[in-house]
Structure formats: structure tokens, C-alpha cells
């Protein structure tokens, strides 16, 4: 727990980093560029996160299991079964590519913005073997390198070019989607720069087409629950994108942006969750693995919980960022944060049943993701129907990711508890009894402040008041390890280091 708790917590620090170096981007991208060019380069985007994933081979959870089991038999070195993965991914990742440049209107329904938009789809093979590097460091609880990767250098990368590129005439047309690729790069190199020092090159590695093979096909369930786990937050934009304009993707776009803290906040504990998840299964300790499942689910929702509330509170001041054309949106974001706090059961259930379950887990999230696809297109068409203008249309799609994300939560810990034959829920009345003091705190900033005195200091005093409630009722000894550093005891090897510093 302590374990989980260190990586947890780094990652959670990764995110917040993150968050601060993506604002930059948002705020220069919709007042430089304009909601449509935004709402072009969000389109485009989704795309190509659902076909990188594809492309990562579901690795980001199953390396683990295979590095668990190479280690276990001796079969191979642990760099050998990373290269495997790796040129299984370049080989997907080409032909997503060229399906891409074939087919562009699946990328860019609303028509490209400029000739550099096109290069983004050279993005995919370099956000897929990220994705493969950084599990690979996850297992061995190196952590530090994702938030390295994906907090700091991809996030202002991105927005250091996007400004940069503007005041260039050449090639301020496609700042956005040059900044982008600028920015997947370079993170995939920082992910490549720690692998060669953790595992080194390989010892004896050559394409083993049976093997890979095999690889392949055992990873087609967890393929499927990665790209609809993440389909989930990414097939709205799609729909959008497919039935309204590209000012209404643009205002979307943004609300979902600003909702990326507490919907990564859920997946700060996935990395070091596997290795964990993966070793207790070896044992049969499903005790363990549901008390697990309990403690971090309730971090993850508890934490959630009280961003929603510092976000949601101001939503007008803080969808005000992207300027005025946006502020529509403010629905939109208070409805996407609920669903973040709800679908909170659902990813730590998942952690689980992709190894115990991955058929039964797949099935749900076909379900799931089809029950959201068929809500969005009736909201949005709905909403249009009635006349009502772009930001309640882009709330329609937020209210069917809700009601989503609620019966996912609720079906897969239902199925969790059942196969564990333990208690997995993490809901407790702590969260209920600090949504008031939050709510009364926001109540006299938005009422009494002007709009920057609620983002600068109404945002953090709503926190404050939530979060002191739930640390002094909500949280006991073992939920507390989250926010304490040196509980995890060294290894024989990180023993050495610090003898040898």
C-alpha cells in the first residue's frame, strides 16, 4: 500500500505539473488561433490518441504481466520482450498512418486548416512506443520518467511552440498542429533516454513471428478495454466533430481540457497498480488485491471530488480563460466533471479485470461505450432540434459520457466484487459531509469577488474547506500514507545508490 501510495502520489504531483504547462497552450491556442482552428486540431487529436493506443498494443497494462512472467520462467531479458512489444507497435502504427493519409476525412471531418495539418499523423508511432516505454519503466516503480515525459517536457514543449511558432509567417498556420507533433517527439525521446539507462539495449534479439504472434493476439482484450476506457472521454469530440461545427469541438475541447486533472488523476495509480495487481495474482492474494482496489478508490475519488468542486464552483470565470465566445461551455464542464467523480469506480475495477476478466471486462465496455455513442448523437440531435445555440449542445454530449460512466461504475465493481468475493466499493459519507462547507466557500467568492479573485484565491479556499473535512473524517491512518514520503522502504538496490551518493 505504501508502494502504491509513492507512486500514486508522483504521479498525482505529475499531473498537477502537467496541468500548469497544457494552460499555456489552451489560453495562447483559442486567443491566437481562434475556437475554430482549436476545434479542428481537438477533432484530429482524439483520432489520433484512439489509433496510437490501438498501435501501444494494450501494453500499458499487459507489459507488466509479461515482464512478470519472462522474469518468473528466465524466458528472455526484459529488454528483449520491450523490443517485441516495440516493433509489433512501428508496424501497426505504419499502417494506421497510411490508413490516415488514404482516408483524411476521418481525421479531418471539418477539412484541414493548413498543409502542415496533415503531419500529425506522423504523431502515432512515437505517442504509441511512449506509451510502451513508460510501462516498461512503471515496472520497475520509475514513475519519475512519466511525469518527467507527459508533465513537463511534452506539455510545455507544446506550449513554448505554439507561441513561438505564431510570430513565424511560414509557419503560424500550423502552429498548433507543428507544436503537437514537436511535443509527442520529444517526450518519446525522454521515454527512450530512461529506458536505455534502466534496461539497456537487447542481448540476442531477433523477430520472433510466432511469439509475436501470439503477443498479439493476447492482447486484443486489452487493446479493446485501453481504447474504450479511453474511447469513453474521446468519442464525444469524435461525435461532435461528426454533427456540429467546429466552434462547437472548439468549446468542448476546452471544458475537457480543463476537466484532464481529475480524469488523469484516475490513472496516476494505474502504472504502479499493474506490477502490484499482477504479483498478488501470482500469489492468489485476492484479498489483498480488493483491499487495494478499496483504499485507492477512494483516494482517487476523494481527491476528484474536490477538483470538481474548485473547477465547477467558478465554471464561468474558468471557461472566461479561453475567452468570451467560450463561456457557453460553463454547462458543459460542470457536467463532465461530475462524470469524472462518477466513472472514478469503474477505471480502478478495470485495473483488476483486465487480468482476471478480460472477455467479461471487454464485453462491459462495448456495452458501455455503445450505450454512449447512441446517447450522444440523440442529445446532440435533440438539442439542435429544440434550437438551442452551441454550448448546449456541447453539454448534451457531456450528459450521455455521464450517464455512461455511471453504469460502467456501477456494472464493473458489481462483477469485481463477485469474482474477489470481497467488498470493493469505495464510497464513503465523509465525501457528502465536505461538499457543503466547499459549496458555501464558492457561494461567497462568486457572489461577492470579481471573476479572478474566485480563479486565484476562491479556487484554492474551495479546496481547503472540502479537503479539511474529508482529511479530518474521511481519511484514517492507512488512507494518510497517500500524502507521506519516506514510508516505502528501500531496495537492496536503492540502498546501494544512496551508499554509493
Not at 489560453?27 to 475554430?36: A, E, K, M, T
Not at 496510437?52 to 501494453?59: Q, Y
Not at 513554448?160 to 509567417?169: D, E, N, Q, T
Not at 458555501?440 to 474566485?454: A, D, I, M, N
Request: charged share 15%; proline share 4%; net charge neutral.
Amino acid at each position: 500500500m505504501a508502494t502504491l501510495a509513492k507512486g500514486g502520489r508522483t504521479n498525482t504531483l505529475g499531473f498537477l505539473l502537467r496541468l500548469l504547462g497544457g494552460l499555456p497552450f489552451l489560453f495562447v491556442g483559442f486567443r491566437l488561433y481562434g475556437v475554430d482552428e482549436m476545434g479542428r486540431f481537438a477533432a484530429a487529436f482524439v483520432v489520433i490518441e484512439i489509433f496510437a493506443l490501438i498501435c501501444a498494443l494494450g501494453e500499458k497494462r499487459g507489459l507488466a504481466q509479461r515482464l512478470t512472467e519472462g522474469i518468473e520462467s528466465h524466458e528472455d531479458t526484459p529488454a528483449n520482450l520491450v523490443f517485441d512489444a516495440m516493433l509489433v507497435s512501428l508496424i501497426f502504427s505504419g499502417l494506421a498512418c497510411l490508413l490516415l493519409i488514404v482516408f483524411p476525412r476521418i481525421i479531418f471531418p471539418s477539412g484541414t486548416g493548413s498543409e502542415f495539418d496533415m503531419w500529425m499523423i506522423a504523431a502515432i508511432p512515437a505517442f504509441a512506443l511512449t506509451e510502451i516505454l513508460l510501462a516498461a519503466q512503471a515496472y520497475r516503480y520509475d514513475i519519475a520518467t512519466t511525469v518527467r515525459a507527459r508533465a513537463l517536457v511534452e506539455p510545455w514543449v507544446k506550449s513554448i511552440l505554439v507561441a513561438a511558432l505564431f510570430f513565424i509567417p511560414a509557419l503560424a498556420a500550423g502552429g498548433i498542429a507543428l507544436a503537437f507533433l514537436g511535443a509527442i517527439y520529444a517526450a518519446f525521446l525522454t521515454a527512450l533516454y530512461s529506458f536505455l539507462k534502466t534496461y539497456g539495449l537487447p542481448k540476442g534479439w531477433r523477430p520472433r513471428p510466432r511469439y509475436l504472434g501470439k503477443m498479439t493476439s493476447r492482447a486484443v482484450p486489452l487493446i479493446g478495454a485501453d481504447v474504450i476506457e479511453r474511447g469513453t472521454r474521446l468519442l464525444d469530440v469524435f461525435l461532435l466533430g461528426q454533427f456540429t461545427s467546429a466552434g462547437t469541438v472548439g468549446i468542448y475541447w476546452f471544458a475537457k481540457e480543463v476537466v484532464s486533472l481529475p480524469q488523469k488523476l484516475k490513472t496516476s495509480f494505474e502504472p504502479i497498480l499493474a506490477p502490484v495487481i499482477t504479483k498478488n495474482l501470482l500469489t492468489g492474494n485476492m484479498a489483498a488485491i480488493a483491499s487495494q482496489v478499496r483504499q485507492v478508490g477512494f483516494w482517487i475519488i476523494a481527491l476528484q471530488a474536490g477538483i470538481a468542486l474548485t473547477l465547477a464552483i467558478p465554471g464561468e470565470a474558468v471557461m472566461g480563460l479561453g475567452g468570451p465566445d467560450i463561456v457557453g461551455g460553463t454547462g458543459a464542464l460542470a457536467t463532465l466533471l461530475a462524470a469524472e467523480v462518477i466513472a472514478s469506480m469503474a477505471v480502478v475495477s478495470e485495473s483488476v479485470l483486465v487480468y482476471i476478466a478480460r472477455k467479461r471486462n471487454l464485453a462491459i465496455s462495448v456495452g458501455v461505450i455503445t450505450l454512449q455513442g447512441v446517447l450522444t448523437v440523440a442529445f446532440i440531435l435533440l438539442v439542435q432540434h429544440w434550437g438551442y445555440p452551441e454550448g448546449f449542445q456541447a453539454a448534451g454530449a457531456a450528459a450521455a459520457l455521464f450517464v455512461a460512466l455511471s453504469v460502467a461504475s456501477l456494472v464493473k465493481s458489481l462483477v469485481l466484487k463477485t469474482l474477489l468475493k470481497a467488498p470493493v466499493s469505495n464510497w464513503r459519507w465523509a465525501l457528502v459531509w465536505a461538499v457543503g462547507p466547499a459549496v458555501l466557500v464558492g457561494f461567497l467568492f462568486t457572489e461577492f469577488t470579481p471573476e479572478w479573485v474566485e480563479i486565484i484565491l476562491g479556487g484554492p479556499a474551495i479546496f481547503a474547506a472540502y479537503f479539511w473535512v474529508i482529511w479530518k473524517w474521511g481519511f484514517d491512518e492507512s488512507d494518510k500514507v497517500l500524502f507521506r514520503k519516506n514510508v516505502v522502504p528501500e531496495t537492496a538496490d536503492e540502498a546501494s545508490q544512496t551508499e554509493a551518493k
